[in-house]
């Protein structure tokens, strides 16, 4: 299981924290890439980067120079910091899981969402 | 970036029909493809991977084809449980990117 954790407000201009810790398995079983996903209220999902579990890191190139993302194998957990947020920020984010199947990285367990909302 | 197109955006249909959602990539991305289901207030559940290849657990009414950049998803028969937004996505090159969503709606 995956459960995301953070504050639901953060201001404008500051820097958006969040920490998504494994439960059930070690977060480097099946040697997963770990994913944060965003979605604004009412549109799609945006693939926001990726966390290989041994650190390696890949960016969505519309955000590459704010985010960065790290993996915490003692506490199983990875985080998002995502910095200089405005109101285009705000969203509800997602982690999860992708294993390799079959040559590409499904996304097959997902956390609930926590939501994120920028304020002036 | 790979851009994903899905449609129609909004279907409409009923209980029993047999229904497609078509997902059009911007290049070639062979068969790496997967689809998501999306209740209201829910995160995304895995569907079908690798294009055709269905999760553990999903029924069998729901199908994937395609190749290259043209994709779909049917769903044989709609189900009650069925009504919700679909979302293909690409994996390619460690970089993932969703389509728009398909809201099918009674």
């Known amino acids: 299981q995956l459960q995301e954790s953070g504050r639901g407000l953060v201001k404008a201009s500051e820097t958006l924290s969040l920490t998504c810790t494994v439960s059930?398995?070690?977060?480097?079983?099946?040697?997963?890439?770990w994913v944060w996903i965003r979605q604004p209220p009412g549109k799609g999902l945006e693939w926001i980067g990726s966390?290989?579990?041994?650190?390696?890191?890949h960016y969505n190139a519309s955000l590459e120079s704010r985010v960065s993302m790290s993996v915490d194998t003692s506490k199983n957990q990875f985080s998002l910091k995502l910095t200089s947020v405005t109101a285009a920020d705000t969203a509800v984010y997602y982690c999860a899981r992708a294993i390799r199947k079959l040559g590409m990285l499904p996304l097959d367990i997902w956390g609930q969402g926590t939501k994120v909302t920028v304020s002036s | 970036d790979i851009q994903m197109t899905q449609s129609p955006s909004t279907l409409s249909a009923s209980v029993g029909d047999r229904v497609t959602i078509t997902c059009r990539a911007s290049?070639?991305?062979?068969?790496?493809l997967a689809w998501y289901q999306q209740k209201p207030g829910k995160a995304p559940k895995l569907l079908i991977y690798r294009t055709s290849i269905l999760e553990s657990g999903v029924p069998s009414r729901f199908s994937g084809s395609g190749v290259d950049t043209e994709f779909a998803l049917t769903i044989s028969s709609l189900q009650p449980d069925d009504f919700a937004t679909y979302y293909c996505?690409?994996?390619?090159?460690?970089?993932?990117?969703f389509g728009q969503g398909t809201n099918v709606e009674i």
């Open positions: 966390v290989y579990y041994s650190g390696s890191t």
């Open positions: 290049q070639s991305i062979s068969t790496s």
């Open positions: 059930g398995a070690s977060i480097s079983a099946n040697n997963p890439y």
């Open positions: 996505q690409q994996y390619l090159d460690y970089s993932w990117s």
